[in-house]
Each structure stands twice: as C-alpha cells, then as structure tokens.
C-alpha cells in the first residue's frame, strides 16, 4: 500500500514519551490529539506519578513528557484532565486525558484519528519504549476480533523484532490500510511472553474520554441508531446457527415496511453474524426476487444464472454445469456467505408462488455442501397504507376515515399480510431437505428497549452525562408518539430517525 508522507508525518509528530520525573525512566506513550489534549493510558499515568494503577480520584500531579519525534529532550509538563484508572469491571478502562502546558514544540501535530466498524486482520504499526529503549522500537502486526470488554486484540506477525509489549502502553496504533490512528495500545499478555498478543482500544472508546467540544467532527456510526431491540430475532438465529454450524441455513425474516428491514440486514452482515460464527469477514450478495415465470423450470433456470452472474461472473454454461461451479466455489470460499432476497406484499397478495418456489430452490433442490456456512435471507416486507400525517392533526385523521378509497386499500393489504403470514408460519413447519427457520417478526421499539439501547450500545459513544440527556429525549419521544399514535411501540424507520437527530444535537 502506497504511504502518504503527509498523513505519516502526522503520527510521527503526534506520538508523546512519558517519564518517570524521580527515576527518569520512560514508563509509556500518548498521543497529540487536539489542541494540547493527549491521551495515554491511565496506568502509564500511575506509573509516571508512582501512585496505584487502581487510584480512583483523579490524581492532582503533573506528568513530564517530550515529542520524541519531532522535539526530543524538550520537556513539557500536563496535568491530568480525565482519568478512568484500571478496573477489569468497567467497560473502557484505563484511559487518561492530559492537558499540555504552553507552548507546544513548532512540529508537534495532532494525530489523525480514524473510526471504522471492521478492522478486522488490517496491518498496523506502533512506535513504543519498551525497557532498554528509550529511543523508542517499532512493533508491526494485525488487528484481531474484539473482546468482552471493548478492547481489539493485536498480534505481532513477524518472528524477528520487537512485539508489542511493556513500553508501548498509550502509544497510537496507526491503521496502514486505512492511513490513520485506530486505538491506543493498552496492555500485553504477562502471564505469556513468548506469544506476540496485546490489545488496543479502539478509537470510539476513547473517544468516551473527549468533550464534545474536542470532537467537533465526530460520526455517529451508521449502525448505532439500529441497534435497539431485535433481541428476539438475533437470539433465534443464534440459537439455530450455533446448534447446526457449519451447515447451510435459510431463514425467512419478516416485518412491516417501516421496520428498517435493508438496516437488519446490515446487522446481520458486520455485528449478528461474525459474533455467532467467530468469523469477522462474511460474504455477502444480493439474489433479486424473480419475475413472473410460467413453470417451475423456468424459475429454476432464471435463478440459476442470476445466482451464476453475482457469484462467479459468468451465466452460460448449462443449469448443471453452474450448479458444479457454484458450489465449487462456495466449498473452496474460507469465509461464511450471506445470500439475501426481498420480496413485499404486492408480489405475493395475489400468489405465493414465488415465495414457494425460493423456498424449494434453496431447501428442496438446492444441494449445499454440509460443512459450508452458507447463510439463505428471503426478507417479507408487509406493505401497509400509513396515514397521510405524520402530525396527526385532527382534520387529517378525519379525511382517512372518510376516504373510501384509503380504507379499502388498507383493509386488502391487511387481509393479504395476514395470509403471508399464515402461509410463511406453514411453509416453516414442513419437513426440508435444509433447515428452514421463521424468524421473530420484525415490529416496532417499545421505551425500555430504546433506553438499555442507550446504556448497553450508546453510554459509551457519548459519555455518561449526555446519556442522562438521551433518556429524557427519549422519554419524551415515547410519549409524543403514544399521545399521537395510540401506541406504546415506534417502528424502527422513524425511531431511528429520531434517534440519529437527537444523537447530532448531542454530538
């Protein structure tokens, strides 16, 4: 991967040395982050003042320390900001934040910090002080799965050189495919020195320890506002995927329209699936539903080079030859494959026959090598006929139910999602040649969901006080909607939607 200087100078400027001002021994790293703002570990913080690494009160020292790269020998002091010390029960522990006192040497330079969902397997390096070094040593490696705790795991990937280990604490990890800072190294396996393993914490986390005055530009991850609820559904997948792993699963996941189904997906894709198949990187293509086909070889057919096309770039060999080359490909890929089509009301009021002939191709006649974990997604979306308001004023209340027309509609499309939903519910309970798995419809977010979403997903992205803020928004939302709605539960579009406004204001 080509090196941007500029970008790599930004680390080398950014990266700080912390000292032991009695002994002057390094004892760790930290890193320029904004302004004069750095941050390190809480117990290379400790180790600097020679006090606990489990001190709960922020201490009141100063801590020493220069910018090794850019102006060695040139001491700065910072006194200590933020302080979350070392506790194995608290989730995003060990962090410090120092501010520096002017002035800053003319090259040091913030460094330039990078959130990113799956950074599975990606190189990195990272400068550190280990014992002996005070120059500093450079570490390389890959970043690993995610831990119980918030932590990612580092490996080390080269047999000569140096690990990471003691010294690195509070150093940037600095992501060589993404060309950024990722997370700070936080600790290495002690109990085991011969194996190259420590841990960082990942850039979100630390972000926990930054005033939203230091973070001007912060994301909100994509996913986050998606996170609420779906406890139902991903505890019966898991369940099924855990008890039949490695072998094919084809599940049918279904909901109103306004249940953020395509989001689901997304969940399932980077967070549900690589949990429940200790697998960071799934494959994942999108089957669109057929036309309207007159016989079942036909369907059969038209599936079997649409699939061809997605999967192996090619759809002209003959039905059998493809099928081969299909499940070649399928046997030979090391990673588990998400295979996903959506289908709505409209497509099947009238008929089921193209639900029932998805479900045949893939249970019935499909032959799946046992030992690939191919996972089959046929999404139903319930069309419904929303009201024209979003206000719900009371005149517009009225003209629905005076509209004939709207009540006809919505009566039809009621009656044909209770028919779907019948006729699904029987599909499920035959006997298949694959497993076939109805998971728990996809409804809408009642408060108490929304409200562990903050403590359990959101707490940690925002900080403790503005989580206090979210649960009184939320609260109002809930009951804004309940006034308006006459019901307790907001579907996942519009919650969501509401979620991410109120995350902005926070942010």
């Not at 479900?359 to 030992?371: A, G, H, L, M, R």
């Not at 809930?478 to 204001?505: R, Y």
Request: charged share 25%.
């Amino acid at each position: 991967m080509t090196r941007s200087p500029q970008l790599t100078a930004s680390l080398n400027s950014s990266v700080v040395r912390i000292y032991n001002p009695t002994s002057n021994n390094v004892v760790g790293a930290g890193f320029l982050v904004e302004d004069r703002l750095v941050l390190t570990c809480a117990h290379v913080v400790a180790d600097a003042l020679g006090i606990h690494i489990r001190t709960v009160e922020i201490p009141n020292g100063t801590v020493e320390l220069d910018f090794p790269l850019v102006a060695p020998k040139q001491r700065l002091r910072a006194r200590i900001v933020f302080w979350r010390p070392v506790n194995p029960d608290m989730f995003g522990e060990d962090i410090a934040r120092l501010e520096l006192e002017p002035p800053l040497p003319d090259k040091a330079q913030a460094a330039r910090l990078v959130r990113s969902e799956n950074l599975y397997n990606h190189p990195f390096r990272v400068l550190g002080f280990p014992l002996g070094e005070d120059n500093g040593a450079w570490a390389h490696g890959k970043i690993k799965g995610r831990r119980a705790n918030g932590w990612l795991q580092l490996e080390g990937t080269r047999q000569t050189g140096y690990s990471v280990d003691h010294g690195f604490s509070g150093a940037p990890i600095w992501d060589e495919q993404l060309q950024g800072i990722v997370g700070m190294a936080v600790a290495a396996d002690i109990n085991r020195p011969k194996i190259k393993v420590a841990s960082m914490i990942p850039t979100e986390v630390l972000d926990t320890a930054l005033t939203p005055s230091d973070l001007p530009k912060r994301k909100i991850p994509s996913l986050l506002p998606y996170l609420v609820n779906r406890i139902e559904q991903e505890y019966e997948l898991g369940r099924v995927i855990v008890r039949n792993s490695p072998s094919p699963l084809i599940c049918i996941i279904h909901g109103d329209e306004f249940q953020s189904h395509d989001k689901f997906l997304e969940r399932l894709h980077k967070v549900s699936l690589p949990r429940f198949l200790g697998e960071e990187s799934i494959k994942k293509y999108h089957l669109p539903s057929p036309p309207k086909l007159n016989n079942w070889d036909e369907f059969s057919g038209h599936l079997h080079r649409t699939l061809a096309d997605i999967v192996i770039g090619r759809n002209s060999a003959s039905e059998t030859e493809i099928k081969t080359e299909i499940n070649d490909f399928f046997h030979r890929y090391p990673c588990p494959i998400l295979i996903h089509t959506h289908l709505l009301t409209e497509q099947l009021k009238e008929k089921f026959e193209t639900l029932d002939n998805l479900v045949k191709f893939w249970c019935d006649e499909w032959t799946i090598n046992s030992n690939q974990n191919l996972i089959i997604c046929i999404f139903i979306k319930y069309q419904i006929k929303r009201k024209m308001n979003t206000e719900n004023s009371g005149i517009i209340k009225l003209f629905n139910f005076l509209n004939l027309n709207y009540l006809v509609k919505k009566y039809r499309y009621e009656k044909a999602n209770q028919k779907i939903s019948q006729h699904i519910k029987s599909l499920c309970n035959s006997e298949r040649s694959n497993p076939l798995v109805l998971v728990p419809e996809l409804t809408g977010v009642s408060r108490s969901d929304a409200e562990n979403w903050v403590r359990d997903h959101t707490q940690n992205f925002i900080g403790e006080a503005m989580a206090e803020n979210l649960m009184k928004r939320i609260r109002n939302l809930f009951d804004n909607w309940e006034e308006k709605n006459s019901s307790n539960k907001i579907p996942m579009d519009h919650l969501a939607q509401e979620l991410i406004k109120v995350l902005k204001s926070n942010c």
